[in-house]
């Protein structure tokens, strides 16, 4: 089936929101737009960044999420402190594959769960006291971590506990920073806010740390924002920059420290890979430090040598002869990953549901591979990111915002994609439908997919699932063929 026109798009959007009350289907139809390249605002097309409907499933997080899990989590010398029930804090532990250099429980502390464990008393009584005590514990057991910080879950704000006062007390007790971070998940609308709560927070406690205080800084100086390092994606990153003659300062989250963090401000160039996550803190230190910053897609060689040359613009002839050269230099390598992966997958379609920068960074690695991405969306985005996705899509194509499992379920079943790139939600749902599915939002325990190392990994993977002999033996359980199946069988 080949991509689908503007009208048969637009006629599939009304088909597939025909089933909601005239109420919800009003509201759904201005989350779902038909790509047009010409558009420079996608305003007027598509909403976003609003409160999902009651009793719809989501396939969003809530803000604890987007602090704790994405952007102060990965650092990797700071303990982070759930502080609430012992849930939020165990299913966001180490669960995105944020690789790091350092020893589990000496000198980095991503993977384990500290939880201040809330019980009923605690929310009767309040949880400052058990806080305090918790933080005290921590720095007898854990002396080499660096600093803290504390992620709220919803009792907390429910209740008012002053988590301030106890990190400005605790912080001149143990001679560290203690970072109090007002995540609660009922805040917001999505994980989204949780970025914004966590770079206000970073702002506030942490960037100004250091300044004024000596730095031997060289022209090259840059840092990377904003990449998390799954499955190792920063460091494959990294290689490149360092390569090409820059100085990598600072990488956080993925991999980071709470030094680096402090020596951001000193840097001639901050690199911003997740803009939805980091693009607060990367205006702020624009504005306080006048330190430009400027986002950039390392997936697929030709994204890859677009943002290279990109950076190396803000820079001399000597770091614009490195790009020029490290370029070169994986060429050859990349052209023989393409020889090889795309006469396997050129033509296939791929449909994309994921969170912050993948549902347009993306299309590129695709692209590059001779297969096309007919639908895309994103679960938390803004129209800022919608705004740069519409450049990157093919005109008259899906795109989708905070979909509905139903809405999923109905594209894929109209546009019959060769492979589905999401999340862990939507994933066995279409392994049960039979369709080839990649789990995007940490590689499916794979990686990296960054840089030229990573597009090989990505080549790969996309072949070893499209192509895999499995999905032709299964049928989905409420389909008409496998109920004649099971009544055979009986």
């Known amino acids: 089936m080949a991509a689908l026109t503007r009208e048969e798009t637009e006629a599939l959007i009304q088909e597939v929101l025909e089933v909601y009350p005239e109420k919800a289907r009003k509201d759904r139809a201005k989350h779902i737009m038909v790509n047009d390249v010409s558009l420079e605002s996608s305003k007027k097309c598509i909403t976003s960044n609003r409160k999902s409907l009651p009793g719809v499933m989501t396939m969003r997080g809530c803000a604890y999420a987007g602090s704790k899990g994405v952007v102060w989590g990965p650092i990797k010398d700071m303990i982070s402190i759930s502080h609430g029930p012992i849930g939020c804090g165990q299913y966001a532990r180490g669960g995105r ?5 350092g020893t589990t429980g000496i000198d980095s502390f991503c993977e384990i769960n500290f939880t201040s464990d809330f019980q009923e008393k605690d929310i009767v009584f309040g949880g400052d006291k058990k806080l305090a005590k918790l933080i005290s514990e921590i720095e007898m057991l854990f002396p080499l971590n660096k600093g803290i910080s504390i992620q709220s879950e919803c009792p907390v704000g429910l209740i008012g506990d002053d988590i301030e006062a106890v990190a400005k007390k605790a912080a001149v007790e143990i001679g560290k920073p203690v970072v109090p971070v007002r995540c609660e998940g009922f805040r917001g609308v999505s994980q989204s806010l949780g970025h914004h709560i966590a770079n206000d927070s970073v702002r506030d406690w942490i960037l100004s740390n250091r300044d004024g205080q000596a730095f031997e800084k060289t022209p090259y100086d840059v840092a990377i924002l904003g990449d998390y390092n799954i499955g190792g994606d920063a460091w494959a990153s990294r290689i490149l920059l360092e390569e090409m003659g820059l100085r990598v300062v600072a990488q956080w989250s993925g991999d980071g420290t709470l030094a680096e963090m402090e020596n951001t401000p000193n840097v001639k160039l901050n690199l911003l890979h997740c803009y939805r996550s980091m693009n607060y803190i ?4 624009e504005e306080k430090y006048g330190i430009p910053w400027m986002e950039y897609n390392f997936f697929g060689p030709t994204k890859i040598a677009e943002s290279l040359r990109a950076i190396a613009a803000h820079f001399d002839d000597h770091i614009k002869e490195g790009a020029e050269r490290v ?9 023989e ?3 090889k992966y795309k006469p396997r997958l050129q033509g296939k379609k791929v449909m994309l549901y994921v969170g912050g920068l993948r549902p347009r960074h993306v299309v ?6 001779g297969m096309e991405v007919v639908g895309t969306g994103y679960e938390f985005a803004h129209n800022d990111d919608y705004d740069r996705t519409i450049k990157e899509m093919g005109d008259a194509t899906l795109i989708y915002d905070d979909a509905t499992g139903h809405e999923l379920d109905e594209f894929v079943k109209a546009m019959k994609p060769d492979l589905i790139g999401s999340g862990i939600k939507e994933k066995y749902v279409f392994h049960k439908m039979g369709v080839p599915f990649r789990q995007l939002h940490s590689w499916d325990y794979s990686g990296p997919y960054h840089g030229y190392d990573g597009f090989a990994i990505f ?4 072949d070893l699932t499209l192509n895999n002999p499995c999905w032709g033996l299964l049928k989905a359980p409420w389909s008409k063929a496998a109920q004649e199946e099971q009544k055979l069988v009986a």
């Open 97 to 101: 594959r944020n690789y790091y250099v």
């Open 282 to 285: 990367s205006r702020h230190m």
């Open 327 to 335: 370029i070169a230099k994986y060429t050859p390598l990349m052209n």
């Open 337 to 339: 990953v393409i020889a």
């Open 364 to 369: 590129g690695a695709y692209e590059d591979l």
């Open 459 to 462: 080549a790969r993977d996309m």
